[in-house]
T-cell receptor, first 116, second 112 residues
Framework: GAGVSQSPRYKVAKRGQDVALRCDPISGHVSLFWYQQALGQGPEFLTYFQNEAQLDKSGLPSDRFFAERPEGSVSTLKIQRTQQEDSAVYLC??????????????FGDGTRLSIL | GDSVTQMEGPVTLSEEAFLTINCTYTATGYPSLFWYVQYPGEGLQLLLKATKADDKGSNKGFEATYRKETTSFHLEKGSVQVSDSAVYFCALTGTGRRALTFGSGTRLQVQP
């Protein structure tokens, strides 16, 4: 498809389990972003890749969160030893730009993660 | 750090009413400003943007003007439709940054 694709759309896990969320950006997009959106709130930045390089991970809330984009295309966000406070919608976005504030970010539909 | 404040919702209007959703920001330098919209059951979509002071972004009848003197980027539409019912997010990218900083969102409900 032409848009950003995220899978799975819904994920339910028990507290303490590890989860992996996938993002397939728009073909050719250099930049890839992960955001976390709690219920009733705006998205909050987690991490940013330019091609395969993770240039900013300042938003990752703890060392249980890990993201990678090994070939500069598909990205995976992994959460280890999940906690209930990790329940949220995880959004992926991609953009063409190498210049800050340039091209707009295009968002996927998100993965809704529920930790029981 | 950078932050965005927008009016709390829900905002409930009748069809053809005038819409204003207030947005103010705190950021150093010259941020780029955005409005994103999330329709029910859909992902976030860019509605409009402005990259420098006094720029006006517009799309689908919506407008917002980048006001540096008041650090504001209010969203307006002259005549809303039922199909405009959605959650609207004001956002910015700070100078030299690529990540978006979002407000908490404003839900708009338009009644026929």
């Amino acid at each position: 498809g032409a848009g950003v694709s995220q899978s799975p759309r819904y994920k339910v896990a028990k507290r303490g389990q590890d989860v992996a969320l996938r993002c397939d950006p728009i073909s050719g997009h250099v930049s890839l972003f992960w955001y976390q959106q709690a219920l009733g709130q705006g998205p909050e930045f987690l991490t940013y890749f330019q091609n395969e390089a993770q240039l900013d991970k300042s938003g990752l809330p703890s060392d249980r969160f890990f993201a990678e984009r090994p070939e500069g295309s598909v990205s995976t966000l992994k959460i280890q030893r999940t906690q209930q406070e990790d329940s949220a919608v995880y959004l992926c976005a991609s953009s063409l730009d190498r210049i800050p504030g340039g091209q707009p970010q295009h968002f996927g539909d998100g993965t809704r993660l529920s930790i029981l | 750090g950078d932050s965005v404040t927008q009016m709390e919702g829900p905002v409930t209007l009748s069809e053809e009413a005038f819409l204003t959703i207030n947005c103010t920001y705190t950021a150093t330098g010259y941020p780029s400003l955005f409005w994103y919209v999330q329709y029910p059951g859909e992902g976030l979509q860019l509605l409009l943007k402005a990259t420098k002071a006094d720029d006006k972004g517009s799309n689908k009848g919506f407008e917002a003007t980048y006001r540096k003197e008041t650090t504001s980027f209010h969203l307006e539409k002259g005549s809303v439709q039922v199909s405009d019912s959605a959650v609207y997010f004001c956002a910015l990218t700070g100078t030299g940054r690529r990540a978006l900083t979002f407000g908490s969102g404003t839900r708009l409900q338009v009644q026929p």
